[in-house]
């Protein structure tokens, strides 16, 4: 079973602040790397993808890969009340395969 | 506009009743998914179609059944056969099998008393 590790949280960070959202997986199968923002009671909404190790930037957000120590992270400078939601780690399964594994996510409040 | 519509947004339903969860999509995608989310859960594959006429199972399709006649549509039917149908309910597309990008629908919420 290919695993996506997340801390559940909550991580509070006051508004401002640079908030680190962490992922873990189990084995080197896969390529790419996503990470998705869901709003309470909303589907989710993809953020970043990631597919080569180091980091990559998209505007307050950059996602990190380290496919050696299998770990992907997710940086939000410049945290917004408007960034509060739960934040899910995904991977690919691997060649093959046409699945994404999901973590259960880790839930972001930023404090005015 | 291009997206994914799922409806309704809100579903009831009595204990051993089928009900179809309707997919839509018209942004060309060739694959469409089915997954489940609970709370406190990650999302869990229940169905996938690569192309049209063609789908297989994910992790958790007992009780489920889908079919995929068009390219655009993708409904999912609950059965009465599945234990625990009360979930929130996410349909998603990638522009083909193997492109790991998925969109994701708005979701339709069912209810099952």
């Known amino acids: 079973q290919k695993e996506v590790e997340q801390n559940s949280g909550p991580l509070s960070v006051p508004e401002g602040a640079i908030a680190s959202l962490n992922c873990t997986y189990s084995d080197r199968v896969s390529q790419s790397f996503f990470w998705y923002r869901q709003y309470s009671g909303k589907s989710p909404e993809l953020i970043m993808s990631i597919y080569s190790n180091g980091d990559k930037e998209d505007g307050r957000f950059t996602a990190q890969l380290n496919k050696a120590s299998q770990y992907v992270s997710l940086l939000i400078r410049d945290s917004q009340p408007s960034d509060s939601a739960t934040y899910l780690c995904a991977r690919d399964s691997g060649a093959g395969s046409y699945q994404l594994t999901f973590g259960k996510g880790t839930k972001l409040s930023v404090i005015p | 506009d291009g997206g994914i519509t799922q409806s309704p947004k809100y579903l009831f339903r009595k204990e051993g009743q089928n009900v179809t969860l309707s997919c839509e999509q018209n942004l060309n995608h060739d694959a469409m998914y089915w997954y489940r989310q609970d709370p406190g859960q990650g999302l869990r594959l229940i169905y996938y179609?690569?192309?049209?006429?063609?789908?297989q199972k994910g992790d958790i399709a007992e009780g489920y059944s889908v079919s995929r006649e068009k390219k655009e549509s993708f409904p999912l039917t609950v059965t009465s056969a599945q234990k625990n149908p009360t979930a929130f309910y996410l349909c998603?597309?990638?522009?083909?099998?193997?492109?790991?990008?998925?969109?994701f629908g708005p979701g339709t919420r069912l209810t099952v008393t």
């Open positions: 998603a597309s990638s522009i083909e099998a193997g492109e790991w990008e998925q969109y």
């Open positions: 179609s690569q192309i049209v006429n063609d789908f």
